[in-house]
């Protein structure tokens, strides 16, 4: 984990080194400062035989504000590298995080929730962020200044210092007790993070939902009982860490009245003065205060820990799809053909969604998929554009196996209209532009003509101005669904797949497409999955989808006779008491 997150601090390299560097400078400078303190209370103050040597007192001061003063720098310095350097760190991960989760194949993303991933991106992001910062400034720092005042310890006086290193180990017991206790309730929190994310994420994002089904009082529970498990976790631990703060002041009081009455004795006997009394109260207060610090950075450590694994796990993710060595960048044809096909979504355990299908469709076919729900029409078509590897056979397009294309020119050629379809927030033309950036307004007009969907868009005040909402909620069901083929045939592909596209459009509209589509693109490939009959019956062929098998394939005619599934949605789509309901209608 560390060795993932460290490649991916780059230029801020520098930074991380020179952080610790000025800090073990200040902690240097610091140290200093109170023997000199003790000296100018021995040699100053009580020097010159009691009488005092103000010459001394003045020159020991001026050193001491030279050597305030380059603390301070060094500090501001360290402090100020280490923010570069974490926040550094920060953006990298971000970056690259988001740019690995670009390349995720949909198989990578079934692998995380996106509530996962938003946390990942953000909460998990800044707590390694502020761990890394308190690791530079203070991992050094801390120890160092601990060591190095214990050693001036034992320099003015190894019998007082003997009590600080009692001290030391008994605090350092104690504090190791409560983090260890601490870090248990810590680490269950960011799991807990995760489902008030989840929580929140579903239920912004389906707030209609939500609403229609009248499920606020119970979302807004939900929400509850995830923040408050928050919150029961976050109290149990800082119950556990609240103890810090008796354990340390009982050490450092109990450190300091030792001092007070061991030094108090040594200095009546001759053998410490009190100059050095002084110092080792200062340098009490700086070990004590030391240790506190140290076992701070444990927690975070512990804490950042289970947040960096999380990181690591998105950046090592690999992308299932690759491209191969050599890619093909030029799609011959829209010939489009399965060869003992077997795919599966969890690879090796599941069971097979598609079985062994054989097809062969010519360049330029119309494509009729008819099913029930869970026939696997669309994992199907999926596997035509690569979003999905098939785990057995190939599929081949324009006479090439999928996995020899570049991934990027075999998606320009395949287009597919999704399922569950989305269009982005930005003007109509920033969304049609999404099929190819470079489309001019009349080439928008002309593919929103083809998709019926230019009469409309006119219609709106703004015309193709007219801003989308995020995820469309401003336009209806059938419009989205016009707008996404209007988007896809921008892209004048050589096969195009409508995926259940017409669901939510009139049936006069859904033919009235179709009959331009055909006239207007005739060499390109359609795919049409539908619900409806109508929609595919004056299809060039057939497929009927069965449990991931194909049960026929042929023209409307030969269907009917052959094929007793098709002539039974046949029947009940059209027969006099058809009871399929014209249009499914609403979100897809
Ligand atoms: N991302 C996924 N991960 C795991 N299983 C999936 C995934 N998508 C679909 N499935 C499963 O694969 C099977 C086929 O689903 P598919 O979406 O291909 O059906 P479909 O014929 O398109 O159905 P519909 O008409 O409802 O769209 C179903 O049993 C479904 O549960
Ligand atoms: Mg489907």
Known sequence: MFRTLSKHLKNYTLPSILTPLFMVLEVIFETIIPLLMGWIVKFGIEG?????????????????????????????????FGSVASCGLAKN????????????????????????????????VTNVQNAYQMLLRMAFRAPVSMLFALFMSFMVSYKIATIYLIAVIFLAVGLSIIMMNARKYFSRVFEKYDDLNETIQENVNAIRVVKAFVREDYESEELKKAAGNIYKMFVKAENVVIWNAPLMQFTMFGTMLLIAWFGAHLVVSHELDTGDLLTLFTYCLNILGNLMMLSFIFVMLTLSAASGKRIAEVLDEKTELENPENPEFEVKDGSVEFRNVSFSYSK?????????????????????????????????????????????????????????????????????????????????????????????????????????????????????????????????????????????????????????????????????????????????????????????????????????????????????????????????????????????????
């Open 48 to 80: 010159n035989n009691g009488a005092g040597d103000m010459n001394y007192v003045l020159k020991m001061g001026g050193v001491m504000t030279i050597l305030v003063i380059l603390a301070l720098i060094s500090g501001i310095l360290g402090a100020a």
């Open 93 to 124: 991960l971000r970056k690259d995080m988001y740019a690995n989760i670009q390349t995720f194949s949909f198989s990578n993303i079934d692998h995380f929730s996106t509530a996962g991933l938003i946390t990942r991106l953000t909460t998990d």
């Open 348 to 588: 090796g355990t599941g069971k097979n969604v598609l079985n062994n299908i054989n097809l062969k469709i010519n360049s330029g076919e119309t494509i009729g998929i008819i099913g029930g729900t869970g026939s696997a029409k669309t994992s199907l078509v999926n596997l035509i554009n690569r979003l999905y590897d098939v785990n057995e056979g190939e599929v081949r397009v324009g006479g090439l196996n999928v996995k020899d294309y570049d991934m990027e020119s075999l998606r320009n050629q395949v287009s597919v209209v999704l399922q569950k379809n989305v269009l982005f927030s930005g003007t109509i033309y920033d969304n049609l532009r999404w099929g190819n950036p470079e489309a001019t307004e009349a080439e928008c007009m002309e593919a929103c003509k083809l998709a019926c969907a230019h009469d409309f868009i006119v219609a709106f005040p703004e015309g193709y101005l007219t801003k989308i909402e995020q995820g469309g909620t401003n336009v209806s069901g059938g419009q989205k669904q016009r707008l996404c083929i209007a988007r896809a045939l921008l892209k004048k592909p050589k096969i195009i797949i409508f995926d259940d596209s017409t669901s939510a459009v009139d049936t006069a509209t859904d033919a009235k497409i179709r009959k331009s589509l055909k006239e207007a693109i005739p060499g390109t490939t359609k795919f049409i999955i539908a619900q409806r009959i109508s929609s595919v019956q004056d299809a060039d062929r057939i497929i009927v989808m069965e449990e991931g098998e194909v049960n026929g394939f042929g023209t409307h005619e030969e269907l009917l006779k052959t094929n007793a599934i098709y002539r039974e949605v046949f029947e009940s789509q059209t027969g006099a008491n058809a009871d399929f309901d014209e249009a499914k209608g609403g979100e897809i």
